[in-house]
C-alpha cells in the first residue's frame, strides 16, 4: 500500500493497516478446538442459549469454567485499553471462549459478550481440570493454548495504551 496524501489522510492509513496486522494476530481468549477435545467436553458440559447482548463474564472476574460457541458469534474486547489499535475479537462457532483464565484461575483478561444469539456447551473448572487430566492429549493442547495465550498477551501488551493516574491526587 502506498501512503500519499494530505498528512491526516495519511495517519489514518498508517492507523488502518496498524490496526490490520494487530487483529491478524490476537487470538484472545478463544481458540479452536480438536475434535476429539469436543466430544469428551461436551459429553461433561451443560448446554444453554443466550441471546444477543448477553455479556458472558467481565474482564477481572475470576475464571469459575469454560464456554464452548456451538452457535451464533461472541465478541471479546479489552476494556481497559482506551488505543484504537486493539480491536475487538469476534468468534464463532467451534470457539473455545475463557480457557487460560479457567485453567490458571486467574480473573479474566477480557470481556465476553454474545453478539448474535448463540447455544453454548459450559464446563466448571472442576470438570476441565479432570477432563485433561484424563488424557495427556488433552492436556498438551491446552498447554499450546496457553503458550499462544501468553504470546497473544505480549502483543496486547505492545499495542495497548492503559491511561496513566494523575500524581497529586488522593481520593479521601
Known sequence: MVLCGAPSVVLDQMISLRRQRVAKHLRIEAFDVPLEFREDFEKVAIAMSKPRRTVLFRRGQLGSGVFLLRTGKARLLLEKCISARVPPKIVGPG???GLPSAIANEPRAVTAEIIEDATLAYVERRDLVR???SD????LWAVEVL???LQDAHREKAHCIVPRRRRGRSNP
Request: charged share 15%.
Open 95 to 97: 470457539a473455545l471462549i
Open 131 to 133: 477432563l485433561l487430566r
Open 136 to 139: 495427556a492429549q488433552h492436556c
Open 147 to 149: 503458550g499462544r495465550h
